[in-house]
């Protein structure tokens, strides 16, 4: 008899309509973050990215269709600094006064942002502090300590698995920190140009120079890039590093102007291990 039961109950297991995800979800602001939340949650948990690929962090804003993904909800990770993330305050707590947010950026000395250096600049979309926090090690693990202790507090039923698993994604990033410190050991060009300034934290860290060709988020001003071609020729920097999503146009002229190349990167990755090796790499072998 238990055996019938058993097919029956396969049976109309096969038969239900695909089943809905029941697991609980937790909303994340960028798609590393989801990186950090796999590494600790395994597959416990559903993840929820508000920023898709493609799209920049710094002047997104949340589309009424992301609201539902929103209002079920338990805990929103924040990266704490984008403007973004500030603005549906009110508009959340009525649909969803339960949410608890979570500053992933609480505990790093964050970089101011960059002082305006033309007049009459538009400062609307200007944040006051450097956001791209996830892409340096060393914040990446404040990130990753903030983000367990929301985790826990959140689904304290898996605080064990958590655990541990923080534990084993601390050890890699420790590694992979000791591992990007070896590979730019020998560097003697310290010195990075980059259109759009994702790496102030990373620089910061590996005692880099970032130089960025756009200024508060704008393209870059004809003056401007005078300015970097002068300082490229004179610190002999021939890569201009650029993110997929920014338009290579502008860059692609001045790599031209310098003899050098345009190399691109993808901060924005989910698979951040494999995005920090490949930033490492790329600047690695500049000569
Ligand atoms: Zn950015």
């Known amino acids: ?26 909303t994340v602001s960028i798609l ?26 710094h002047n997104y804003s949340i589309l009424p269709s992301q609201m539902k993904d929103m209002a079920k909800s338990k805990v929103w990770l924040q990266i704490g600094l984008l403007t973004f993330e500030d603005a549906i305050g009110d508009k959340l707590a009525d649909i969803n ?5 979570v500053n992933c950026s609480e505990g790093i000395d964050a970089i101011a942002g960059s002082e305006c250096e033309e007049e009459g600049h538009e400062h609307a979309h200007h944040e006051a502090y450097d956001p791209h926090i996830w892409l340096a090690p060393a914040e990446a693990k404040i990130m990753v300590q903030n983000t367990l202790n929301a985790l826990k507090a959140g689904f304290p ?37 980059i259109f759009h300034p994702a790496l102030g934290y990373y620089a910061r860290q590996f005692r880099l120079t970032q130089t960025a060709l756009e200024l508060d988020g704008k393209e870059p001003s004809p003056k401007h890039i005078k300015g970097i071609v002068d300082l ?28 050098g190349e345009v190399v691109i990167i993808d901060p924005l990755d989910y698979d951040w291990e494999k995005q920090l090796q490949d930033i490492t790499d790329k600047i690695a072998a500049q000569k």
């Open 32 to 57: 590393p973050q989801k990186y950090f939340v796999d590494q600790i949650a395994g597959d416990l948990l559903q993840v929820n990215v508000l920023v898709p690929p493609g799209s920049s962090p």
């Open 232 to 259: 490229a020729r004179a610190q002999n920097i021939r890569v201009i590093f650029i993110q997929k999503e920014f338009d290579v146009e502008n860059a692609q002229q001045l790599a031209r102007e310098l003899e």
């Open 157 to 193: 039923q898996h605080s064990v698995v958590f655990d541990a698993n923080y534990e084993l994604f601390i050890l890699k990033i420790d590694s992979i920190s000791a591992l990007i410190d070896q590979k730019l050991a020998s560097l003697t060009n310290r010195n990075i140009l």
């Open 97 to 101: 006064k339960d949410l608890t947010i």
């Open 1 to 26: 008899m238990k055996k019938y039961l058993y097919i029956i109950v396969l049976f109309l297991a096969a038969c239900q309509p695909k089943q809905k995800d029941a697991r609980e979800l937790v």
